[in-house]
């Protein structure tokens, strides 16, 4: 493949990601007008042939720093950082570690945390409030806390090192977010 030809491409990976014992499909996919262009990406999940969550990314604000030496670790020069990125930690990282930062992600001071970006997303999402979205937030800080919650990160930059985090909820059938940077 030349650095002038169009690129498009598709990567797949099957894993439990919302706690059900079955796998799911997490797919990227990305295209860009060229190996040195922006790339722009989708990262959608899928569960039982249903999509749970999905995300549109687009690269131009970061795409000249892949030639930053430690911007990507692990590679060096400016193809094979954007490649490393884009085809390997976007999918690598989605499940992150089990040591998450519970309590940033359930800081009920925080309007960056699931106290502050949960309700308001139940009552847009799927028109929950009130007490009962009172009640499933309190559930989905007790499961991160027991650490029984499924969490996904979604990178928006290779440098972003507090990453955008959601995790499933049953009680709605999608992911929440419980965490922005």
């Known amino acids: 493949m030349t650095e002038s030809q ?22 990227l996919h990305v295209r860009g007008e060229s190996l040195t262009s922006p790339f722009f990406w989708t990262l959608t ?3 039982e042939d249903r999509e749970i969550f ?3 990314g687009d690269g ?10 430690g911007y990507v670790s692990g590679c060096t ?5 954007k490649e ?23 800081d009920e001071a925080a309007s960056n945390s699931l106290y502050g970006l949960g309700r308001p997303y139940l009552k847009k999402c799927c028109s929950v409030e009130g007490r009962d ?3 499933i937030v309190a559930d989905m800080a007790a499961r991160l806390r027991n650490g029984t919650a499924v ?3 979604n990178y928006t930059s290779a440098m972003t090192l507090n990453p955008h985090a959601a995790m499933f909820v049953p009680e709605v059938g999608q992911f929440i977010p419980i965490y922005e940077p």
Not at 6 to 27: A, L, N, Q, Y
Not at 60 to 69: A, E, G, H, L, Q
Request: proline share 4%; net charge negative.
């Open 6 to 27: 169009p690129i498009e491409k598709r990567i797949t990976r099957s894993v439990d990601v919302t706690g059900d014992g079955i796998e799911d499909v997490i797919m």
């Open 45 to 47: 999940i899928r569960s």
């Open 54 to 56: 999905k995300y549109d």
């Open 60 to 69: 131009t604000w970061f795409n000249s720093f892949f030639d930053d030496v």
């Open 77 to 81: 020069g400016y193809v094979a950082c």
């Open 84 to 106: 490393k990125f884009f085809y390997g930690d976007i999918l690598d990282l989605v499940l992150p570690p089990s040591s998450y930062n519970v309590d940033a992600f359930a």
């Open 133 to 135: 979205a009172d009640i």
């Open 151 to 153: 969490v996904i990160q």
